[in-house]
C-alpha cells in the first residue's frame, strides 16, 4: 500500500510562472489536506478538500492560490504568477475518514524554490 | 488567534540521555494533541492525545497532555542518533476533520 504520493519533489519557478503542485492520496483515502511550511516556520493549515468538494479553504490566500480533488485524479495545488514569498514547503496530507482517532498520514512534500 | 508552542526550540543530547520536548497551545475548540516527528521527509505520526493524564508509550516514546494546564510533553528515553528529526506538536481542532495547528518544532539532534 503505498503512502501518500506527492509530486514533484521539487519544483523551481522563475517569479510570475504557475505552480501546480500534485498529491494522490492513500489507497482508500478520500480526504486531502494541504500544509505550506514555510522557512522558519510551523505547518500551517492551506485547505480540506473530499472529492470533488473544498470543505475548508480558510488557510488558503485569498489571491493566486486554488486547490481541486477531482473525481479521478489526484489532487492539484495551484498557485499562479508565483512571488518570492511562495517558497516553501508544501505538505499534502489524507485520511479514511473524519471520525475520531482518524490518522493523517503526509506525502513527502513538494519544495517549491521561486527564483 | 489558535497557538501552539513548542520549547525548547533546539536541542543537542548525547546518546543514551533522556529529553523532554514540551508543547503548549492556546486554542479554541481543542479536539486531541498530535506529535510527529519529521526529518527530511513527511511528518510522521508519533502520538495523539485526548484525554488528561493518560501516557501513551511507544518504545522509548512517551507522551501525556495536561488538558487544565494546556499541554504536553514527549519524553524520549535512551536517546538514539536516529531520533534526530525535528519533532512536531499539533493540536486538532472539533470539526471532525484534520485541520490541525502546528507548532514550529523542536530540532533534536543526538551526538555519539
Known amino acids: 500500500n503505498a503512502g501518500v504520493m506527492q509530486n514533484p519533489r521539487h519544483l523551481v519557478r522563475r517569479r510570475g510562472q504557475e505552480a501546480r503542485l500534485r498529491c494522490s492520496p492513500m489507497?482508500?483515502?478520500?480526504?486531502v489536506y494541504w500544509y505550506r511550511q514555510l522557512p522558519e516556520e510551523g505547518l500551517k493549515f492551506m485547505v480540506y478538500l473530499q472529492k470533488e468538494n473544498i470543505i475548508d479553504e480558510s488557510g488558503m490566500p485569498k489571491e493566486r492560490f486554488s486547490a481541486e480533488f477531482p473525481k479521478e485524479g489526484p489532487s492539484i495545488l495551484r498557485i499562479q504568477q508565483v512571488v518570492r514569498g511562495d517558497s516553501a514547503a508544501y505538505f499534502c496530507?489524507?485520511?479514511?475518514?473524519?471520525?475520531?482517532?482518524?490518522?493523517?498520514?503526509f506525502g513527502q512534500g513538494t519544495r517549491l524554490t521561486v527564483v | 488567534e489558535d497557538k501552539v508552542v513548542q520549547s525548547p526550540l533546539s536541542l543537542v543530547v548525547h546518546e543514551g540521555d533522556t529529553v523532554t520536548l514540551n508543547c503548549s497551545y492556546e486554542v479554541t475548540n481543542f479536539r486531541s494533541l498530535l506529535w510527529y516527528k519529521q526529518e527530511k521527509k513527511a511528518p510522521t505520526f508519533l502520538f495523539m492525545l485526548t484525554s488528561s493524564g493518560i501516557e501513551k508509550k511507544s518504545g522509548r516514546l512517551s507522551s501525556i497532555l495536561d488538558k487544565k494546564e494546556l499541554f504536553s510533553i514527549l519524553n524520549i528515553t535512551a536517546t538514539q542518533t536516529g531520533d534526530s528529526a525535528i519533532y512536531l506538536c499539533a493540536v486538532e481542532l472539533t470539526g471532525g476533520y484534520q485541520k490541525v495547528t502546528f507548532g514550529i518544532g523542536t530540532k533534536l539532534q543526538v551526538i555519539p
Open positions: 496530507a489524507s485520511s479514511h475518514g473524519r471520525g475520531e482517532n482518524t490518522e493523517a498520514f
Open positions: 489507497k482508500g483515502h478520500s480526504h
